[in-house]
């Protein structure tokens, strides 16, 4: 294909390219951040509990899900090396960098079995930090939604919410602490993405924002992760966080989409073009940048590449498992003549449109009975 009959979305991915490059994190050595966070506290004194019946009913059972980190097997021994290896050997888009090594004139092909060992490591290290990074930025944006949100049902919910994200920084803060001791801080495509999601002064946007799009993201990250590694401890505490990141995915649809059937097609169309945003930065900026700075490889060259793989597009394609059914159920891919549809049909993720949505599916991750006879 040439540059004339690519697509205009693939060619403007590639011009961002450049730039989104050259935008780092310039404060790694800062203790704290500060974010405006633009919003109303909004009281109600409407306190009848149940009027909305399926949030009321998520709060109950996340009331009854909560478990302590504490509690994990902490004291398992962890061989770094084997863990990370096994997480990558399994994980498409490290597959793709293994055929890399083979591959001559490649930025890697001077690779052997020692560097691949060590990107092992600082791809896994890379990852998880991202999570735990995430997480805080989850526990911020559900410590706002609490005061904005106007009804009671949805702020006794965000309250769950917040003690399971503060969990959630809590074990992979600990987990990387005790097993992984390689630092890396948080990414700048990421901080820049939930500074937006904080800083909005519309609440609907923090929920989009962060309960659909980045929660979805990260649901589909942790069980690409949960599924490749055999460690148990890790796999564990992935599978307890899955279980409460599923019902905060459920909050988020089950809450918007009562607020969506309210608003004007111009405010859906800023809700659409909002996630389709989130979605591209997501797809396109999470590159492990700094891991490749790390290796000593230059991410200019091995991106593009890394783009155009059928393994990276699989991989990239399966993160979005999440968050297209869910934009669906919340009628944002088909309203206003279906220009979100039409967007992800361009990238093409539109074929999870029918894929379970989480509304119902947090079930199916449920531990409470697990909890209940330990
Ligand atoms: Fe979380
Ligand atoms: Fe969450």
């Known amino acids: 294909m040439t540059a004339t009959e690519q697509p205009a979305s693939e060619r403007q991915r590639m011009e961002d390219f450049d730039q989104f490059l050259s935008e780092t ?23 009848a509990k149940g009027k909305r019946p399926a949030l009321e009913k998520l709060y109950e059972k996340a009331k009854k899900s909560q478990w302590n980190g504490s509690d994990l097997d902490w004291d398992t021994d962890v061989d770094l090396e ?9 994980d498409a888009r490290a597959q793709y960098v293994s055929q890399l090594m083979a591959s001559d004139g490649s930025p890697v092909a001077h690779w052997g079995d020692k560097e691949w060992g060590q990107y092992s490591i600082e791809s896994f290290a890379w990852r998880l930090a991202q999570f735990m990074h995430g997480e805080q930025g989850a526990l911020l944006a559900t410590a706002k939604i609490v005061e904005t949100v106007p009804w009671i049902d949805a702020k006794y919910y965000a309250s ?23 630092d890396y801080p948080v990414n700048h495509h990421l901080q820049a993405l939930l500074d937006d999601i904080i800083a909005d002064s519309r609440w609907d946007i923090t929920y989009l924002g962060m309960q659909i799009m980045v929660e979805g ?36 649809v089950l809450t918007l989409q009562e607020v969506y059937e309210d608003f004007t097609q111009a405010e859906i169309r800023e809700r659409q073009e909002f996630a389709f945003e989130a979605a591209l930065r997501m797809r396109d900026r999470f590159l492990q940048q700094e891991v490749w700075e790390q290796m000593g490889a230059d991410v200019r060259q091995v991106a593009p590449r890394l783009f155009a793989s059928p393994d990276n597009q699989e991989f990239q394609h399966l993160l979005f498992t999440k968050i297209v ?3 669906k159920k919340l009628g944002l891919l088909d309203a206003g003549d279906g220009w979100l549809r039409e967007r992800f049909g361009e990238i093409g993720v539109i074929q999870y449109e029918n894929w379970v949505d989480t509304s119902e599916e947090y079930n199916a991750f449920a531990i409470a009975d697990e909890l209940a006879s330990a």
């Open 25 to 47: 994190n310039t404060d790694a050595e800062a203790s704290i951040r500060i974010v405006e966070d633009n919003a109303d506290a909004i009281f109600t004194w409407d306190y």
């Open 160 to 182: 769950t919410q917040v003690m399971d994200e503060a969990r959630h920084v809590e074990v992979f803060a600990r987990y990387l602490d005790e097993k992984v001791p390689v």
């Open 82 to 90: 084997k863990v990370a290896r096994e997480v990558n050997g399994n």
């Open 217 to 252: 993201l990260a649901l589909a990250a942790f069980g690409s992760m949960h599924k490749n590694t055999q460690e148990p401890l890790l796999k564990k505490l992935l599978r307890y966080v899955m279980s409460d990141e599923a019902r905060h995915v459920a909050f988020g």
């Open 325 to 327: 059914p869910n934009c």
